[in-house]
Structure formats: C-alpha cells, structure tokens
Nanobody, 128 residues
C-alpha cells in the first residue's frame, strides 16, 4: 500500500514557476514507477510526466517538454515536478500517482489506468 500527499500548488502568473512535491508512505515506494497527471475542468486526466523506480528513465508529455521536469528522491520518499515557464493552459488539478507493478527496466506506463495509487490532487492556476 502506498499513500500519496501532494503539495506546492497555487496561483502564479504566466511565465512563473512552481515545484510540486508528492510525499509517499509505504515500503514499496522505491520500486514504484511514479507519475504526475493533471485534469482541467471538462477534460480528461492526462499524463504530464513519469519516472522509473530507479530514476534514470523519464518521460514528459510533449506539451510540457522543456518546461517541466520530474525527479525523485527515494531516500525522502518524494517525487517532484518542477514547472517553469507556466502557461494559462497548464491550469489544472495535478495528481501524483504510483504504480505497484515493478516494471521492466526502462518501461514507463503513461496511462492513468496503469497506476494504482493516487493522491488527493493540488490545484495549479496560471493567470495570464
């Protein structure tokens, strides 16, 4: 079992930055692929980024490449999402998710249905 708590959301002007954190509890965190997803009103939940349990493999959605960076610190049971050059279209509730399946080396699930544990979400609002 993994429990996830996100923090770091808020209101920021376009062009600004935020860093989201996701604190995980549970002894399996270090072997869990982690992902960040977001959901805007009236839209489906979409993947933002994912990171392998060992850390070297990451994948970022095309819409955030070059602006967002996912990272993790297994010693702190925490995964981060650094968001720079924010745009109004980044406005959404951001969710942290954990995959309980130990994936093969380099495999990164990118669909919400492949993740088993979810945080409560944190609101990010970017004003123009």
């Amino acid at each position: 079992q993994v429990q996830l708590v996100e923090s770091g959301g808020g209101l920021v002007q376009a062009g600004g930055s935020l860093r989201l954190s996701c604190a995980a509890s549970g002894r399996t965190f270090s072997r869990s692929t982690m992902g960040w997803f977001r959901q805007a009103p009236g839209k489906e939940r979409e993947v933002v980024a994912a990171i392998s349990w060992s850390g070297p493999f990451t994948n970022h959605a095309d819409s955030v490449k070059g602006r967002f960076t996912i990272s993790r610190d297994n010693a702190k049971n925490t995964v981060y999402l650094q968001m720079n050059s924010l745009k109004p279209e980044d406005t959404a509730v951001y969710y942290c998710a954990a995959d309980r399946t130990v994936r093969a080396w380099g495999v990164l699930p990118l669909r919400a249905g492949e993740y088993d544990y979810w945080g409560q979400g944190t609101q990010v609002t970017v004003s123009s």
